[in-house]
């Protein structure tokens, strides 16, 4: 038999109320709406900065150090440049940059963590060995390594982080991996007259892969991290053009008489991080704020 479904219903009026919170889709959840606004406007910027900031980013467009106000909303920089279209079109290289890392991560680590668990053996022992060499690097200094062996720029700065991200992934695609590659189902799929290839991709994993994709979303934020920090440190994006990190690098020099060149833009920084760390708490079932 069914269960009929629960209603619930208003205490006041004896009316049926609104359904129960945990059974609205996530992104309706008071708690995930304003992270999902943010990092669409943030994606908006990346994408189209020049609707929002039709200027250009390198011209000087006004008095120098000129603080926050209607006609410039982040203020201006030292050289007279609006820094609210610096950090919109800074959103290009910030944003689009952590994606790329984060595909080099989730791709490189995913192949090596499901071939370490599904074939196990031999295999598993020396791919899981290279994994705990690079957990034995801290990521910054590996990062570093990686793009002055690659050169400067937005991109390598991208593949840098992304490799500092790959052990991250091949540990949780292995351990996911394991825990399915036991189940019954798996072994009733095989019982079958299930190859091993289509075990894998039909049974084992979908069933493994969504953590990895919520370890994705998180990894978002702190790539948008390490590429403004390597873009502050002065391995990233080469002046003038804008990025999240050099633009807080730029400002430090004046933080005593303009605050706002270093405060608007790590705001920004810091909303967009905590935006997907959100999300991701979400995506792993976390509890609605």
Excluded: C, K
């Amino acid at each position: 038999m069914t269960s009929a479904p629960v209603t619930t219903v208003d205490r006041g009026t004896g009316r049926p109320g609104r359904r129960d919170a945990a059974t609205r889709p996530a992104v309706l959840r008071p708690g995930v709406i304003l992270p999902v606004l943010v990092l669409l406007v943030a994606l908006a910027w990346a994408l189209l900065p020049g609707v929002f900031a039709p200027g250009s980013p390198t011209a000087s467009v006004g008095p120098a150090l000129q603080p926050p106000g209607l006609e410039h909303l982040f203020g201006t920089d030292a050289t007279g440049r609006d820094l609210f279209t610096r950090v919109v079109h800074g959103a290009s290289a910030s944003i689009v940059g952590a994606v790329v890392a984060v595909l080099v991560g989730l791709v490189a680590g995913t192949a090596i963590g499901v071939a370490a668990g599904a074939v196990g053996g031999a295999l598993e022992d020396v791919l899981m060995r290279f994994v705990d060499v690079l957990l034995a690097i801290p990521g910054l200094l590996l990062s570093l390594s990686v793009v002055i062996l690659l050169g400067f720029g937005t991109t390598n700065a991208a593949i840098a982080v992304g490799v500092t991200s790959i052990a991250v992934f091949a540990r949780l695609a292995r351990s996911q991996v394991v825990s399915v590659r036991g189940a019954e189902f798996v072994e009733a799929a095989y019982g079958s007259g299930g190859s091993f290839g289509s075990v894998l991709v039909r049974h084992i994993l979908p069933n493994s892969l969504t953590p990895v994709i919520a370890l994705a979303a998180l990894q978002l934020g702190s790539a948008i991290l390490q590429i403004s920090t390597l873009g502050f440190l002065g391995y990233g994006a080469p002046p003038p053009t804008p990025e999240w990190g050099l633009l807080i690098a730029e400002g430090r020099d004046y933080v005593a008489t303009a605050w706002w060149l270093t405060v608007l833009p790590g705001a920004v920084v810091a909303l967009v991080v905590l935006a997907t760390n959100r999300l991701s708490a979400v995506i792993r079932g976390g509890r609605e704020a």
